[in-house]
Nanobody, 117 residues
Framework: QVQLVESGGGLVQPGGSLRLSCAAS????????MGWYRQGPGKQRELVAS???????DYADSVKGRFTISRDNAKNTVYLQMSSLKPEDTGVYYC???????????WGQGTQVTVSA
């Protein structure tokens, strides 16, 4: 089984920056995709960004140009650098691990990001 530990959430003013980290441990091998989803107040969970083992990434249109996802395969860690944050970026951010080899689809516990003056 894979476990995910997230860190880096918090309160930030509009226009500010935050960096989220998600470290995976356990049964990790082969090709996988890790990503960040978020759920705002009264909204459904949505994909923010994801990245494959080969560093192929994709982003929600709402965060393109402001957020950057990266990963360190040696550390099994994915990062989300968030800049020019807006109040609508507020929500609980969840890390996700998806393995093409094992079929594992694992979620982290979530970390709160609040963008407010």
């Amino acid at each position: 089984q894979v476990q995910l530990v997230e860190s880096g959430g918090g309160l930030v003013q509009p226009g500010g920056s935050l960096r989220l980290s998600c470290a995976a441990s356990g049964r990790i091998f082969g090709t996988n995709r890790m990503g960040w989803y978020r759920q705002g107040p009264g909204k459904q969970r949505e994909l923010v960004a994801s990245i494959s083992t080969s560093h192929s990434s994709d982003y929600a249109d709402s965060v393109k140009g402001r957020f950057t996802i990266s990963r360190d395969n040696a550390k099994n860690t994915v990062y989300l650098q968030m800049s020019s944050l807006k109040p609508e970026d507020t929500g609980v951010y969840y890390c996700n691990y998806n393995s093409f080899n094992t079929g594992d689809n694992i979620w982290g516990q979530g970390t709160q990001v609040t963008v407010s003056a």
